[in-house]
T-cell receptor
Framework: GESVGLHLPTLSVQEGDNSIINCAYS??????FIWYKQESGKGPQFIID?????DKRQGQRVTVLLNKTVKHLSLQIAATQPGDSAVYFC???????????FGAGTRLAVHP | GAVVSQHPSRVICKSGTSVKIECRSL??????MFWYRQFPKQSLMLMAT?????????EQGVEKDKFLINHASLTLSTLTVTSAHPEDSSFYIC???????????FGPGTRLTVT
């Protein structure tokens, strides 16, 4: 069935380093991908999105890369800060239908 | 813009009782609302999709008679957990999507504890 998975359940980085969070998806028909940040006890917060006709998109300190050949998505956070500590989820959507499928999540822990 | 609220943020109820959770889009009209359940240290699992004025579409394995969803207006959807049991204790999150489609805006979640 359709699934979105992550390679690493936990990622620990030093403050100031760059972080890379990876995600694999299985539905080749997915055409829209989103990264969310979730802090403890809160709802998901939109970070950045990318459509399947692109392979890279940049935001403020964040970059999302999409490799459709291997069905892989990554989130890069530059100069990681303590406030970036949270669980990060990738999600995929296909065909304009709004249903999102979430990956398992990666916990990012930023150490001073 | 695009703010979604949930009420209550936390609720504790006794086993066998029912509890209602509200999801409101505050500054846009939500043609579609989604309800998710999230257990500790797990991902969000979609429970159902509701379109304004029509019956909700439930995901496989979600009991529609236990989790009643109403989406009577473009700004409000409710989830009622009927005859709640301790295993229904979870974090319930709604999201809303406007007429533009694609992007979903998430609420802050409701922590349900059934004793």
């Amino acid at each position: 069935g359709e699934s979105v998975g992550l390679h690493l359940p936990t990622l620990s980085v030093q403050e100031g380093d760059n972080s890379i969070i990876n995600c694999a998806y299985s539905n080749s028909a997915s055409d829209y991908f989103i990264w969310y940040k979730q802090e403890s006890g809160k709802g998901p917060q939109f970070i950045i999105d990318i459509r399947s006709n692109m392979d890279k998109r940049q935001g403020q300190r964040v970059t999302v890369l999409l490799n459709k050949t291997v069905k892989h998505l990554s989130l890069q956070i530059a100069a990681t800060q303590p406030g970036d500590s949270a669980v990060y989820f990738c999600a995929e959507q296909s065909g304009g239908y709004n249903k999102l499928i979430f990956g398992a999540g990666t916990r990012l822990a930023v150490h001073p | 813009g695009a703010v979604v609220s949930q009420h209550p943020s936390r609720v504790i109820c006794k086993s066998g009782t029912s509890v209602k959770i509200e999801c409101r889009s505050l500054d846009f009209q939500a043609t579609t609302m989604f309800w998710y359940r999230q257990f500790p240290k797990q991902s969000l699992m979609l429970m159902a999709t509701s379109n304004e004025g029509s019956k909700a579409t439930y995901e496989q394995g979600v009991e529609k008679d236990k989790f009643l969803i109403n989406h009577a207006s473009l700004t409000l959807s409710t989830l009622t957990v009927t005859s709640a049991h301790p295993e229904d204790s979870s974090f319930y999150i709604c999201s809303a999507s406007g007429r533009a489609g694609y992007e979903q805006y998430f609420g802050p979640g409701t922590r349900l504890t059934v004793t």
